[in-house]
T-cell receptor, first 112, second 112 residues
Framework: GENVEQHPSTLSVQEGDSAVIKCTYS??????FPWYKQELGKGPQLIID?????GEKKDQRIAVTLNKTAKHFSLHITETQPEDSAVYFC???????????FGTGTKLQVIP | GAGVSQSPRYKVAKRGQDVALRCDPI?????LFWYQQALGQGPEFLTY????????KSGLPSDRFFAERPEGSVSTLKIQRTQQEDSAVYLC??????????FGPGTRLTVL
């Protein structure tokens, strides 16, 4: 099955700085890579996703990059704000199947 | 529009009791997923429905776990003879035919 590794497990940045979270996956047939933000007591919320036919996607302060050859993808948050503080999960479905394997999560703390 | 809703939000059960957790997906979504999230971990896949058909139940940890979606909309996850190791947040997600999954707020189950 799919194996997804996520780093770092915790990340502290000053407000206004950038944050980068990286994930690797094992199934070369995976073709969809979402990122979720989970706040305390809430379910995961999709913030951005990318499909294997593109290398980068951007939405305002959030961007995701994908390297299919190396089987890794990254989340980039620029100009971080305190409300960005949360746990972030990457995910990948094996072979395009909808069953999703999640990474272990990154707790991001943005210090005002 | 309305998102995925789950009830109850919190459930406390004595060991050995049966519990039933409900998920109301986004109207019209054919896919429905259940995940288990232990404290500090990412969600772990339990089972997947497409309409009323349960296509994958490979993540259910034991035969004490049972899920149904008889009319292709609302789903119920039932846990029989609960054990302490069943304590977790149970998340439901629905999808409209693309890869994107939309999560509910979860039900926090505590087994005493």
């Amino acid at each position: 099955g799919e194996n997804v590794e996520q780093h770092p497990s915790t990340l502290s940045v000053q407000e206004g700085d950038s944050a980068v979270i990286k994930c690797t996956y094992s199934d070369s047939a995976s073709n969809y890579f979402p990122w979720y933000k989970q706040e305390l007591g809430k379910g995961p919320q999709l913030i951005i996703d990318i499909r294997s036919n593109v290398g980068e996607k951007k939405d305002q302060r959030i961007a995701v990059t994908l390297n299919k050859t190396a089987k890794h993808f990254s989340l980039h948050i620029t100009e971080t704000q305190p409300e960005d503080s949360a746990v972030y999960f990457c995910a990948a479905p094996p072979g395009g199947y909808q069953k999703v394997t999640f990474g272990t999560g990154t707790k991001l703390q943005v210090i005002p | 529009g309305a998102g995925v809703s789950q009830s109850p939000r919190y459930k406390v059960a004595k060991r050995g009791q049966d519990v039933a957790l409900r998920c109301d997906p986004i109207s019209g979504h054919v896919s429905l997923f259940w995940y288990q999230q232990a404290l500090g971990q990412g969600p772990e896949f339990l089972t997947y429905f497409q309409n009323e058909a349960q296509l994958d139940k490979s993540g259910l940890p034991s035969d004490r776990f049972f899920a149904e979606r008889p009319e292709g909309s609302v789903s119920t996850l039932k846990i029989q003879r609960t054990q302490q190791e069943d304590s977790a947040v149970y998340l439901c997600a629905s999808g409209g035919g693309s890869d994107t999954q939309y999560f509910g707020p979860g039900t926090r189950l505590t087994v005493l």
